[in-house]
């Protein structure tokens, strides 16, 4: 066995559900690793698509421990706790069946890691696919608003609204034993962190080493509800926040804010403008909310062809 493999600390897994025609590459670009996993975990989570057999005759090939487990639906947040539970090591990462790691991604967060004693977990930023795999984006170019990243304490990122995208995360495992995604959520990354920030650091590392997939179907898309979520789960954990309802209130204003931004930016302007009118409040400054304003007179088909411009693939 291959030194790297059989000293590896890394517990890789995969919630799988209906993403057949992504599973593949998923999978093998977790095979591919430079520093491999001592084992590979996939869950199907109840798919009626081809996914499970896709993936019991990838993990045929897999040079290391793999196990597949197929059963009923439970929902992402339950299929992340009973994976976790059946893990072990050192580090935990799981990456989402339709998103991928490029070939470095254990080597380097390890390294970091090591290197970051005090942190829970390591993030960076991901290049950005649509359905037919070709890149259209990165992360790295909304620095200066939903992407805006910190390195070391995360509670000033975190308390805005901004948070890492899941593809780009790897825990240190010991940080998880003390916390459990909640199972009663739709959206499942956010509140974690909000968990793990009391716990530790959150390591930075601006390398690009991870692919967030965009397509009709996944639950980033869905604007609204991640509003909502960050919401709910902001005054779930209130206690754990270190400010008072006032304070929250306010931030809460400035997401909502935010978030109108975002409707305006996919061209729903009834919901961006429905949003700002009770949220206005939460911009930044005066010329903020002014461009806004100017925005929702922008006619549809500038937005779209300047959106199209954006998403022309690399």
């Known amino acids: 066995m291959n030194k790297d493999r059989q000293n590896s600390e ?35 989570d109840g798919s009626k698509d081809e996914s499970p057999k896709i993936i019991e005759r990838v993990l045929k090939t897999c040079p290391f421990d793999a196990e597949l ?6 929902g992402l947040c339950r299929t992340l706790n009973e994976g976790f539970s059946l893990s072990k090591g050192k580090y935990f990462a799981y990456v989402g069946s339709d998103d991928y790691w490029l070939p470095a991604f254990f080597e380097e967060r390890v390294k970091l890691l090591e290197k970051r004693g005090g942190a829970v977990l390591a993030f960076g930023h991901a290049f950005l696919i649509d359905g037919a795999g070709r890149i259209f984006d990165s992360t790295e170019n909304y620095t200066d608003s939903w992407a805006n990243y910190t390195d070391g304490d995360a509670r000033p990122m975190l308390l805005k609204g901004h948070a890492p995208i899941s593809s780009t995360i790897f825990y240190r495992r010991a940080a998880l034993e003390n916390v459990s995604w909640n199972e009663a ?19 930075f590392d ?6 967030w997939r965009h397509h009709s179907y996944n639950t980033s898309g869905n604007i609204g509800l991640m509003m909502d979520e960050v919401i709910e789960a902001q005054n779930r954990n209130i206690k754990d926040l270190g400010i008072g309802a006032a304070q929250l209130k306010e931030i809460q204003m400035n997401t909502k804010f935010r978030y109108a931004r975002e409707f305006l930016q996919h061209g729903d302007k009834r919901q961006a403008f429905q949003i700002a009118k009770e949220n206005w409040r939460g911009a930044a400054s005066n010329a903020e909310l002014a461009k806004f304003a100017l925005r929702m007179f922008v006619p549809m088909s500038l937005i779209n062809f300047r959106r199209n411009l954006r998403k022309k693939p690399r």
Do not use: W
């Open 10 to 44: 890394v517990f890789a897994f995969v919630p799988s559900y209906n993403h057949a025609p992504f599973i593949e590459k998923c999978l093998n670009s977790i095979i591919g690793q430079t520093l491999p996993p001592a084992k590979l975990l996939v869950i199907d």
């Open 69 to 74: 487990i197929v059963r009923e639906n439970r």
């Open 185 to 203: 959520s739709r959206l499942e990354d956010y509140e974690m962190y909000l968990k793990l920030m009391n716990l530790g650091d959150f390591a």
């Open 206 to 211: 601006p390398q690009v080493l991870s692919v």
